[in-house]
């Protein structure tokens, strides 16, 4: 389990309640923000090129010695805002690639794993910066509550009656089997072609380890896995991107035969141009999902500066790694011809949101008819 400081109340409840449900170790990782900044401020510049790649391969042997995963977020979204964005894309850069064995196995669901969220006092007091600390605070755990559907009668019941209708959309959707996405909105006139033998997902899987696991709480996207030759088009994000610390925003860029060939952002462009530049991978696809607009997040008006919140609100596309998960079989394919299907592979993995009440989407079938999949952000049929 990975959490911040400010996150220790939760972790220690969770700790608990993992033992009781028969965990034989919890291993927690607190991270301390004030220290993250200090070493911006005293490290030797070269310093930025290095992880602690040590940790990163012990979380990578636990994981192959069946270790499940569990992340606790609620960083400070601006946390890194006024860091030297070079050092800042350096540093995700080194980790990004010294925590790439261990990413791979929880993106092909070799173990079980989530994400969920702790409110903190400067998250908190981004999302909402009228109110005194410890209101905001309270207001902050309110709306996790709500998207997690924490705040219904039988939160567990709540949870497998939305992962079913994921899955029901997913199986709609792997029946349709479609070749393409178009996207048109403000901004946005896109086209996106599937993975060959492409496989939809949503709500929980079942992990190489047998146990059934829903992967991001609050999740309320069906995804699957974009070619990583076949995007083209203009794309404008619909919501800023909070990213290790840094607000990029404005994002609209442009493909070509699957690559980012042109790329502007009103706001953090430099980090965003790092991230892209991290290898090839970066700037191209590796996730396409879909997220209707009166979805409870999207309905609740709020930007939480968070992309496990953000990212559920608004149909989206990942830059980076892709999900092999996403391709039928894909589990047992070599990197080779997982390529050859489309999968695109890259140190990172980074969601952003194009999705709006003003976005429609169609699919496009094998023999190229446009059917209606989304209108107005939300679900054409
Ligand atoms: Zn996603
Ligand atoms: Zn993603």
Known sequence: MTASLDALPLARRIT???????????TTLFTDEEATL???????????????????????????????????????????????PDKVGRANRAMSRSYQPALELITRFHINWTIVAAATPAWAAQMFPNDAPDVALGNL??????????????????WKAHDANLQKRAAF??????????????GTDFRLGLADDHQWLGGGSTAENGLYCIPNMPTEEVFSMPHKDRADGTVTATKPLSHQGTMIEGIHVRFEQGRIVEMRASKG??????????????????????????????SSGKLFFNTLFDENAASHVALGQAYTSCVRGGEKLSPEELAG?????????????IGSEKLDIDGITASAVAEPLMRRGEWAD
Do not use: C
Not at 277 to 287: F, N, V
């Open 269 to 298: 462009q430099e980090v965003l141009q790092k991230l892209i530049d991290t290898d090839d991978g970066a700037r191209r696809l590796g996730e396409v999902a879909l997220v209707p607009h009166s979805s409870p997040i999207a």
């Open 16 to 26: 608990g309640h993992a033992y009781r449900a028969g965990a034989s170790l919890v």
């Open 141 to 158: 755990w309110d709306a996790i509550f709500a998207t997690t559907r924490i705040d219904s009668d039988d939160p567990v019941a709540a």
């Open 38 to 84: 200090m070493r911006y401020h005293y490290a030797p510049d070269p310093s930025f090129d290095r992880a602690a790649g040590w940790l990163y391969d012990g979380m990578a042997a636990a994981f192959r010695s069946g270790a499940a995963r569990l992340a606790i977020t609620g960083a400070n979204p601006s946390l890194l805002a006024n860091e030297d």
């Open 173 to 186: 959707l792997n029946e349709k089997r479609y070749a393409a996405l178009k996207y048109r909105g403000p």
């Open 341 to 353: 299907k489309g999968a695109n592979k890259s140190l990172i993995h980074v969601d952003w949101m």
